[in-house]
């Protein structure tokens, strides 16, 4: 893992979110690329011409912001880039080879019952970039246990588990698969191909109506430092997937790393 990528936003999480992501990438030597997005405004129907001003406050907030956190050797890029938020980071992240990409939970929602807010919901739900979602307040520790949960293991993209592996072999990692069997189950779902039948140590089965519920009714057993899923347009987090915002009673883990992977077909 070569290049992280973290979006600031204004939440109260923010410094403590970048502090992680400081950690992270030292851990892996990669470089750090500290971002803003922000965008044009209209009034009366004119364009307002404050791209100058607003790229130049993004950045001088960015640099402050960098300031405040031990950045221990590790290399950051400081970028502002103006356009809608998913198609400039998906751009963002060819151009700069990221490897993945690290969110807040909820970025700059106020609502307690909120678990993503609508902006880090929509990164997680309309763009294709690995994504780790790290717990408010969280520290930075080695992630010695991981659960990837899986309604099918079927494998068609080339390096969709590069991330997964890059944890396992920086933290030599012990990796529990759940298999998932959901209603919508076909023949040959649970067939593990050789690669990530290489990287499980415990495979275990679960009958559940989701992929979702079959992790509330294991995860805690496992009490993995990592959960592993999978992005799919009706995946994981189907149950609320025309929402951006997912909330707390529908998924919460103030104390679990979630790991997203883009899809595996």
Same mark, same amino acid.
């Given at each position: &893992?070569? $290049? ?18 400081? /950690? ?10 500290? =971002? ?10 004119? &364009? ?89 307040? %969280?520290? %930075?520790?080695? &992630?010695k246990t ?25 933290? $030599? ?6 298999? =998932? ?6 023949e040959g779902?649970? /067939? ?22 079959g992790v509330? /009714? ?16 009706? !995946? ?6 025309? $929402? ?18 883009? !899809?595996?077909?």
């Open positions: &893992m070569k $290049n992280i990528l973290v979006p600031v936003g204004s939440s109260k999480n923010a410094e403590s979110h970048l502090q992680y992501a400081v /950690d992270f990438a030292r851990a892996f030597g990669a470089k750090l690329y500290v =971002v803003q997005i922000f965008n044009v405004y209209t009034k009366a129907g004119t &364009m307002i011409k404050v791209d100058n001003i607003l790229e130049r406050e993004s950045l001088a907030f960015l640099k402050s912001h960098v300031e405040k956190v031990d950045i221990k050797g590790v290399e950051v890029i400081v970028k502002t880039f103006k356009g809608k938020l998913v198609e400039t980071l998906e751009l963002v992240c060819q151009t700069a080879d990221i490897d993945l990409i690290l969110i807040e939970p909820r970025t700059n929602s106020v609502k307690e019952e909120v678990y993503l807010g609508k902006t880090s919901g929509k990164i997680i739900k309309q763009t294709s970039i690995p994504a780790l979602i790290v717990p408010e307040g %969280f520290t %930075f520790k080695p &992630m991981i659960l990837i949960a899986l309604k099918s293991a079927i494998i068609r993209k080339d390096d969709v588990l590069k991330p997964l592996i890059s944890i396992k072999n920086q933290f $030599n990692s012990k990796i529990d698969l759940l298999l =998932v069997q959901t209603p919508f189950y076909n779902d649970f /067939d593990v191909n050789e690669e990530l039948a290489g990287l499980i140590s415990h495979t275990s089965h679960s009958e559940n109506t989701t992929t979702f519920q509330l /009714d294991n995860y805690k057993e496992i009490n993995p430092d990592l959960l592993c899923v999978v992005r799919r347009k009706r !995946g994981f987090f189907t149950k609320i997937w025309e $929402n951006n915002t997912i909330l707390k009673k529908d998924f919460n883990s103030s104390t679990l790393p979630v790991l997203v992977l883009s !899809g595996l077909k």
